[in-house]
């Protein structure tokens, strides 16, 4: 397992940009699909984004495509999420998640090493 700590929540105003970071340490980082997962108080914890080992593929909830992208860097053992015109609903603790895997996987009990989260909150 990797661990992994986010960055770069805060408040923002919607339609602005925020960039999420997550840097992982301590497990094999170019051999994990890392995704982005965030959760409202008194809700199930949603997939966001996800990306392979090697960053060709992607996924992408229908509620962010088009808005949120999901890179990483295997040099710098990094994972972010660019936010683009983030709305109010967007508002919520996100947090990135690691599994070594193949392929591409998008349900929380598939990841078995998580940050701690960083919140994210978008003002209208």
């Known amino acids: 397992q990797v661990q992994l700590v986010e960055s770069g929540g805060g408040l923002v105003q919607a339609g602005g940009s925020l960039r999420l970071s997550c840097a992982a340490s301590?497990?094999?980082?170019?051999?994990?699909?890392m995704g982005w997962f965030r959760q409202v108080p008194g809700e199930e914890r949603e997939i966001v984004a996800a990306i392979s080992r090697r960053g060709g593929s992607t996924y992408y909830a229908d509620s962010v495509k088009d808005r949120f992208t999901i890179s990483r860097d295997n040099a710098k053992n990094t994972v972010y999420l660019q936010m683009n015109s983030p709305k109010p609903e967007d508002s919520a603790v996100y947090y990135c998640a690691a599994v070594l895997s193949l392929r591409i996987v998008i349900s929380p009990q598939d990841y078995d090493s998580w940050g701690q989260g960083t919140q994210v909150t978008i003002s209208s």
């Open positions: 301590g497990g094999t980082f170019s051999s994990s699909v």
